[in-house]
């Protein structure tokens, strides 16, 4: 029975949904928003993590994202103008309270919270070694490693520190951290997962799809590029390129995980699929079998949209 409810149960399960916002007073009401365009991406459970400059606030629970925020009160807690938030879909570790994210620890200099959408393949080995090593895990969570290989570091600041860490994860993340007086958000250097930048105001926007920008007046302006991490903080505006660019996409962010009215690897989402459909009925006009249409639709994106994008 329990192998007829995995089969039943087998679907994509690689989306999460992840923002952060800097230099706004309403930093947690607005993430909450943009989470909410995003909810699509995950409805397992949903977090937001603030800071107002001396520490960090969290509210995180099992559920939809407006079951968790019922109570309004709670946005009065997450003081600051800069926050990061999350909606899960478990793809490494269960579905429960202690796996939710932002996962927020205490390090050597402070409080620090991690959101993550992808998965890391190499998180078993990686585990096992760290725990050999004294490492204590709070939860079942690939998404934790990030910040284990954070705290272990000693380069000077936490752009250097997680960019270390990144070059020996393996798999795919488009992460956001937060501390008391930055955020930071970077890219696995092959982009198999989206993250888009754009601005509000004097400030910044991180998210998964432009859609959550639409709902809170945020312009896009990029995506966050592969293999690079942006730093946002009293200092300005930071980008280190902490590995080569090897754009590699997941092709199902277009086909099945992002909405229409996103833009995703800089290409409209809704073009994209009236344009898959379009050369589907022209290539396979009397049907063919799925997996025949999958492959027609991996070499059509990567053939013909990459193509006309770069012209």
Known sequence: MSNILEFLDDKPRDKC??????????????????????????????????????????????????????????????????????????????????????????????????????????????????????????????????????????????????????????????????????????????????????????GYVFASETCAFDIIGGVYERDVNAGEIISISARGFESLQYAPSDLNMCVFELIYFARPDSMIYGTSVDKVRRKLGKVLAEEAPGGSRCCDLCSRLVKYFRNRVLSTKRN
Request: net charge neutral.
């Open 17 to 202: 949904g992840v923002m952060a916002l800097y230099g706004h007073p309403r930093a947690a009401e607005l993430t909450y928003l943009g989470l909410y365009a995003l909810q699509h991406r995950g409805q397992e459970s949903a977090g937001i993590v603030s800071s107002d400059g001396q520490k960090l606030y969290a509210h995180r629970g099992m559920g939809l994202l407006a079951d968790v925020f019922r109570d309004q009160s709670k946005f009065k807690e997450l003081e600051g103008n800069w926050a990061i938030g999350h909606v899960r879909y478990s793809t490494t570790g269960s579905s429960s309270l202690t796996n939710v994210q932002p996962l927020m620890v205490i390090t050597k200099d402070g409080p620090l919270a991690v959101a993550h959408n992808g998965n890391l393949t190499n998180e078993r080995e990686l585990r096992k070694k760290l725990e050999s090593e004294g490492a204590i895990f709070q939860t079942t969570s690939d998404s934790e490693l990030f910040v284990h290989l954070i705290a272990r570091s000693k380069a000077p600041t936490i752009a250097e520190r997680l960019a270390e860490a990144v070059k020996i994860l393996e798999g795919a993340f488009s992460v956001v951290l937060i501390t008391k007086d930055e955020i930071i958000a970077a890219r696995d250097p092959h982009g198999f997962r989206p993250l888009a930048m754009g601005r509000i105001g004097e």
